[in-house]
């Protein structure tokens, strides 16, 4: 696949997700009336996460039908284009079922071990985090970058965690970010929280197994704004996820350090 084909995906990758979020908001504003069904423990899906999945595909597949597909919501879709698709139609349902503004629609471009394309949408604010490997990150039409020139005491350190992990993880995080004189964060969306890291909002983000989906495009934003991300392989991420570190420069070895003595094997 050659750069124009990837360009072209990008630009409809920011096309998509801004359609897909206006149809999201549609179902934000009466989200007191929506079906909700339980997956797991603190883990939802409503009519608007499945439905604005199903947008979603039917854009990518009208626009690029030998594409891949991989989303939260719904079966694998094969490609042979070489180029796969990870969406998270409504990252951050716990507060979309609730009315918190604080949700976004995500959208990957995944190409072998590389992710290519990464976009963020933010309905509410109206804010779409876009980047394309090797350039620049933006938030709309505005270039974005990470803090500079602080160290873990003078910001916030994003932090996740779900059912998926052990409850003494995120514990030992949090104290280890209080004890290094920091600041947590969490706003129930790691999309969304990796956006702020790209956009200097955030000094970082940290959380023990993410899915691809509501991290790619993130990790791939923070690279473009100057950030420091850990080396992962997108395919083996698509396949299990796993654990998420990025940061500032000056703040990402810190990190590192926490999460290895925050998720430390026999942690309760």
């Not at 974005?144 to 602080?150: A, Q, T, Y």
């Not at 994003?158 to 995120?170: D, E, L, P, Q």
């Not at 970010?177 to 702020?196: C, E, P, Q, W």
């Not at 992962?232 to 590192?256: C, K, N, Y």
Request: proline share 3%.
């Amino acid at each position: 696949m050659n750069a124009d084909d990837i360009d072209r995906r990008y630009a409809e990758a920011r096309r998509i997700a801004q359609e897909a979020g206006a149809l999201a908001l549609d179902y934000f504003r009466r989200f007191d009336g929506l079906t909700v069904e339980v997956k797991s423990h603190q883990d939802f899906v409503s009519e608007a996460d499945k439905n604005v999945e199903a947008f979603v595909r039917g854009e990518i597949a009208a626009a690029f039908p030998e594409d891949g597909i991989v989303g939260e919501e719904d079966a694998p879709k094969p490609g042979t284009s070489g180029f796969t698709w990870v969406i998270d139609p409504i990252d951050g349902t716990t507060n979309f079922i609730h009315g918190i503004p604080g949700w976004t629609v995500v959208l990957a471009g995944v190409v072998g071990k590389r992710t290519e394309v990464g976009v963020i949408h933010d309905p509410n604010h109206d804010e779409t985090y876009h980047v394309r490997r090797g350039g620049p990150a933006f938030c709309n039409d505005r270039r974005i970058g990470v803090l500079r020139g602080r160290d873990i005491r003078t910001g916030s350190v994003g932090v996740g965690f779900s059912g998926r992990t052990r409850a003494g993880g995120i514990k030992r995080l949090v104290n280890e970010i209080i004890g290094a004189g920091g600041v947590f964060y969490r706003n129930a969306s790691g999309a969304l929280s990796l956006a702020y890291v790209a956009s200097g909002k955030l000094l970082g983000y940290v959380e023990e197994h993410m899915n691809a989906w509501d991290c790619l495009a993130g990790q791939l934003l923070v690279a473009g704004a100057g950030g420091v991300v850990e080396d992962q392989d997108a395919a083996d991420m698509v396949a299990q996820g796993g654990r998420v570190i990025v940061g500032t420069p000056e703040v990402f070895a810190d990190l590192v350090v926490i999460a290895e003595r925050s998720y430390a094997d026999g942690a309760d």
